[in-house]
């Protein structure tokens, strides 16, 4: 979808919903006699499987507009701090005239600069954790949406836990 689509603001809960309700209906389906093998109605589930595709969509899509800001965010730090470096080599230049001054200046212009280095690796910081804290919220979602659709595959191709049992047997009771 678009950027403007309904999947922009995913909720993690209502994927997990979705991939339940998924399961539930793969595990609730109508056996076929003697077999794993399992009736589901093609159109519901498929249908359940485009909403969970839309909503990793959307996550992928926050994940890439996370990304973007990052970039914005880190952008206008350095421009700021190429502007207070600039602001301080101005100063600097315009007291270079007296020895006094000009230590003055110089100390000063270097506390500006590592202040303005300090707020850099800070702002880096924090992007960089918020944007760690989504991707791994994403990895999250994205694993059990992998791990929910790879046991639904093996129920459905009849390699489940129970496969290896084999058919049912008459029982000497």
């Known amino acids: 979808m678009d950027s403007g689509g309904k999947w922009d603001d995913v909720d993690p809960d209502e994927v997990q919903a979705k991939i339940a309700r998924l399961r539930q209906l793969v595990e ?4 076929r006699s003697r077999s794993s093998t399992a009736l589901v109605d ?3 589930v498929l249908g359940l499987v485009d909403e969970v595709e839309g909503a990793v969509r959307g996550v992928l899509t926050q994940a890439a507009h996370v990304l973007e800001e990052r970039e914005a965010v880190v952008a206008e730090g350095r421009a700021e701090a190429a502007r207070i470096v600039a602001e301080a080599e101005r ?3 315009s007291l ?10 110089k100390r000063q212009a270097e506390t500006l600069l590592e202040r303005a280095r300090a707020d850099d690796r800070a702002m880096r ?3 960089d954790e ?3 804290a989504k991707l791994a919220n994403f990895e999250v979602t994205l694993s059990r949406t992998s791990e929910a659709v790879r046991r639904g595959r093996e129920r459905l191709a009849g390699r489940s836990d129970y496969a290896a049992i084999g058919p049912d047997e008459p029982r000497d009771d």
Do not use: G, L, W
């Open 125 to 127: 910081q924090e992007t």
């Open 42 to 44: 093609r159109a519901e």
């Open 96 to 105: 270079v005239s007296d020895t006094d001054v000009y230590r003055v200046a």
């Open 28 to 31: 609730s389906a109508r056996s």
């Open 91 to 93: 100063q600097r230049d």
């Open 130 to 132: 918020y944007v760690d």
